[in-house]
């Protein structure tokens, strides 16, 4: 897969594409349906299949101070938009120069001039330019007068539930990862370098790999079961923690992980946590020898688990 990194600064591509542009956090099952049209359409017109994000959000970029959880980071939507056949991964910086284009220049600038669009397919509530003037009949207009293929939106409902990003959140944030996964198709993951903690766990008899979240999480507080995919490839068993650690006074987010299969350093190596179960909320304990003994339950319960689920 080709990445522009910056679509502002990138050469033309002469060769044209087949085109989809959305935020795609988590690329769920509805994103994934979109892909699957677009992949089929440039392979009728023998060109890529590309994919245009937004980084960061622009929700994000407008509320800084406040801004919503996200289900991936760039780099894990690059690797799941790869897995999925996209050609052309097309990454839009969004700050103030972005949010400043006309709806015009960012179709005649971007999308024609730069990406040379043959088909475009986005969802049905899509708005771009600045003050978001542009939406669906902007999109047409400029589409009848260049000759451009508008794609028509798969709609895909799970359990008679319309897939969106907002709904995995919300599954999320309950706690109910096994919902969320429904939706997304795959078992919802985190990825990160493992940093060096506290070491308290170790203490405990359980040490933990660590990795602090650099995008506001969706997830609950809590413990759960999950599946680690080392650098190695292989896949190992774990208990997580997500919280703030409110027993040792703890403020900050962390991902905690003890592998209950595993022994090694594994600091700065890059894993993947796939969240399988949610165990239960994250406490306050009088002490660390209640701690202990919950963390202890902890494990067994999510060794019971893991043994009754296959591996994403």
Request: charged share 25%; net charge positive.
């Amino acid at each position: 897969m080709r990445i522009i990194r910056s679509i502002r600064t990138a050469p033309a591509q002469p060769q044209g594409c087949v085109l989809t542009i959305g935020n795609f956090d988590g690329l769920h099952r509805g994103h994934q349906a979109v892909i699957e049209r677009v992949r089929e359409r440039a392979a009728a017109l023998g060109l890529p299949a590309a994919m245009m994000t937004f980084d960061p959000a622009p929700r994000a970029f407008f509320t800084p101070d406040d801004p919503p959880p996200r289900l991936s980071s760039l780099r894990e939507k690059m690797e799941d938009a790869a897995a999925l056949g996209i050609d052309v991964f097309v990454r839009a910086r969004f700050d103030r120069a972005f949010a400043q284009l006309s709806p015009e220049a960012f179709l005649e600038d971007l999308i024609e001039r730069r990406l040379g669009a043959r088909a475009i397919l986005v969802g049905r509530d899509f708005r771009f330019g600045h003050r978001r003037a542009g939406d669906a009949h902007t999109l047409e207009r400029f589409a009848e007068a260049r000759g451009v293929e508008l794609l028509p939106v798969p709609d895909v409902c799970v359990h008679g539930e319309r897939v969106s990003s907002t709904r995995v959140r919300e599954r999320l944030g309950a706690g109910d990862v096994v919902g969320a996964s429904r939706l997304l198709g795959r078992a919802y993951r985190v990825t990160g370098r493992v940093v060096r903690g506290e070491q308290l766990g170790r203490t405990l008899g359980f040490p933990t790999a660590n990795l602090r979240l650099r995008r506001p999480a969706a997830l609950r507080y809590g413990v759960y079961a999950v599946r680690v995919r080392l650098a190695d490839g292989c896949l190992h068993a774990g208990a997580a923690s997500f919280g703030v650690r409110p027993t040792v006074n703890g403020r900050d987010e962390l991902l905690e992980i003890y592998l209950l299969d595993f022994s090694g350093d594994l600091y700065g190596q890059r894993i993947d946590v796939f969240f399988e179960h949610f165990v239960r909320a994250e406490e306050h304990y009088d002490s660390l020898d209640a701690l202990t003994r919950q963390m202890h339950a902890d494990v067994a319960e999510v060794g019971r688990l893991l043994n009754n689920t296959s591996s994403p």
